[in-house]
């Protein structure tokens, strides 16, 4: 059975940082596109991130512009997980994250952050940043 769970969630000072973790039970992640996508409340879910090998040890990375410059992401295979760090926090960041892998071929459905066929969402984890 396949699992995707988010742990990391909290409640934080703007400016402060996050570590986010998305694990993986029953799939490799790395075979996967991976994407970490956020809903604010009252808000539609929006993409924070797409990411797919390409390559021997290569990854395209799509991130949202408002995050850029303050979300990272990181792999680790041996674990099967996929991180995301979010420095300089701000209270627009507040919402629920949750972490999604999509087959392959589905990389335009992790960017309009639709629930496509063989896709795995997580519950989410909540993220509060607080002024």
């Known amino acids: 059975q396949v699992q995707v769970v988010e742990s990391g969630g909290g409640l934080v000072q703007a400016g402060g940082s996050l570590r986010l973790t998305c694990s993986a039970s029953g799939l490799t992640l790395d075979d996967y596109v991976g994407g970490w996508f956020r809903q604010a409340p009252g808000k539609e879910r929006e993409r924070v991130l797409c990411i797919r090998r390409a390559g021997v040890g290569g990854y395209v990375l799509d991130l949202a512009d408002s995050v850029k410059g303050r979300f990272t992401v990181s792999t680790d295979n041996a674990k099967n997980t996929l991180s995301l760090d979010m420095n300089n926090l701000k209270r627009e960041d507040t919402a629920m994250y949750y972490c999604?892998?999509?087959?392959?071929?589905?990389?335009?459905?992790?960017?309009?952050?639709?629930?496509?066929?063989?896709?795995?969402w997580g519950q989410g984890t909540e993220v509060t940043v607080s002024s």
């Open positions: 999604a892998a999509f087959l392959l071929s589905s990389w335009r459905s992790c960017l309009e952050g639709e629930n496509a066929v063989g896709s795995y």
